[in-house]
């Protein structure tokens, strides 16, 4: 038994503020952790006298939840800020390509590894990732976060429409799929989502089969794209005249249910809405890659009024930012646009356990509640002089929303995983 302590300022929102739930705060708190789960979260005066003997790790900075991005493609890192284009153009002029190169293991095992730490190194311990079409690219992602004992989901994408590199079969999908859930499961902190790229890259045989799958293994996520762009929208209708609506493709394949994560979601109707919200399918709301390709504004109020689960995605490399403090940034501005506001604390509540419930891990991960993992993020008020003037002497609510708004890489001074310092910055 491997018992440790920490004492610092404390910040957890385990339940979302926007439906009454409450904003867990201990100025001097302590946090205590036992093979990598946390045993309790509280008053330093209150726990200390129960965990006498154990010692204790003294933390300047605030400690929240690690944050859990609900929708990245690590194979896309070398490809942000890729000028021009929206949605469509943009795929093929500069992604395609790049996610080509993953036919090359050696390639793949050194952007997974980059990747992996730069999201450590912006406070990211768990994300739903995207692969690409390559069996292999899962492999070197999912070995580059066992080896860092990272919370992480993917899959190979499945792609039977798509250009000729990029290119699978149904059969062969769906077999490289099944083998990779094999290869993979019950292996370290990692979980496997089948990953239709989207409608428009795969025939019907295809999505029948990743129907197929998600009911055959009861553990996977369903992960993909849902009306992100207007000109992607008009060629899914073109495609599928008989469909309601986008989500009613997916919908007729078996794909819409509580595993379901589909990223974007900007250009929908009350009825689907309705729908996600009563199938339980959840969101990945990603505001600097919408405003980056031109998407449009996501419309946070809507979903709420259907209560559809939400998470913050960067997006990378659509996204400019690895960093979900920036993220959540935007995210505030996004929703300025359509009128509402995003208050700090709900902001921080979607950025770490509304991103682990929308991935099916609220009991795992997410709150730094009693038999949750230990991951979090130490972050600093002071990490720029703009940043310790804003904050010195201001209200935790004032602090915190002027990390959201301010706040970047700079900010993170420690991750941690499962208890264990995982990055530091020098």
């Not at 009454?20 to 952790?33: P, S």
């Not at 929240?64 to 153009?89: C, K, M, N, S, W």
């Not at 790049?98 to 050696?106: I, K, T, W």
């Not at 979607?350 to 997410?366: F, N, V, Y």
Request: aromatic share 8%; glycine share 10%; with cysteine.
């Amino acid at each position: 038994m491997t018992r440790q302590a920490f004492r610092a300022e404390l910040l957890s929102v385990p339940e979302d503020p926007a439906q009454g739930g409450a904003v867990l705060h201990q100025e001097d708190g302590l946090l205590v952790v036992e093979n990598g789960l946390v045993v309790a979260f509280g008053a330093f005066a209150d726990l200390a006298p129960r965990f006498a003997g154990v010692a204790i790790e003294r933390i300047s900075g605030l400690v929240v939840p690690g944050f859990v991005d609900t929708h990245i493609h690590y194979p896309q890192t070398d490809r942000i800020a890729a000028h021009g284009a929206q949605l469509l153009e943009w795929l093929e002029r500069h992604i395609f390509p790049a996610e080509a190169a993953f036919a090359d293991r050696g390639h793949a095992d050194l952007v997974a590894a980059f990747f992996l730490d730069e999201l450590l190194r912006n406070g990211t311990t768990s994300a739903l990732v995207f692969a690409t079409v390559h069996a292999a690219s899962v492999d070197a992602l999912f070995e580059a976060a066992l080896a860092r004992d990272m919370r992480l989901v993917s899959g190979k994408v499945l792609m039977d429409l798509g250009p000729a590199a990029l290119h699978d079969s149904v059969e062969g999908g769906r077999a490289e799929s099944e083998a990779l859930i094999a290869r993979w499961r019950g292996r370290g902190r990692l979980g496997y989502a089948v990953t239709p790229r989207f409608a428009l890259t795969s025939s019907d045989a295809q999505l029948a089969g990743a129907g197929d799958l998600v009911a055959a293994h009861p553990e996977v996520l369903l992960h993909t794209h849902l009306a992100e762009n207007l000109g992607e929208i008009a060629a899914v209708a073109g495609r599928f005249p008989s469909a309601r609506d986008y989500l009613d493709v997916y919908d007729r394949f078996g794909l819409v249910g509580p595993r379901s994560v589909f990223a974007h979601c900007i250009h929908l109707d009350d009825r689907a809405m309705a729908r996600m919200g009563e199938t339980g399918a959840g969101i990945a709301f990603c505001p600097t890659s919408n405003l980056f390709l031109g998407s449009g504004l996501f419309d946070l109020a809507r979903a709420d009024a259907h209560g559809v689960k939400l998470g913050i995605g960067t997006d990378v490399g659509a996204g400019t930012s690895f960093s979900i403090l920036a993220t959540l940034g935007e995210a505030y501005k996004v929703c300025q646009l359509r009128g509402a506001s995003l208050d700090p604390f709900r902001a921080l509540h979607l950025a770490t356990a509304g991103g682990a419930r929308t991935l099916g891990l609220g009991d795992r991960i997410g709150g730094l509640q009693p038999g949750q993992e230990a991951d979090f993020v130490v972050l600093d008020m002071a990490a720029t002089p703009l940043l310790a003037r804003r904050t010195a002497g201001a209200s935790l609510a004032e602090r915190l929303f002027a990390l959201q708004i301010l706040g970047d890489d700079r900010a993170i001074a420690a991750t941690y995983l499962a208890g264990r310092r995982a990055w530091q910055r020098p």
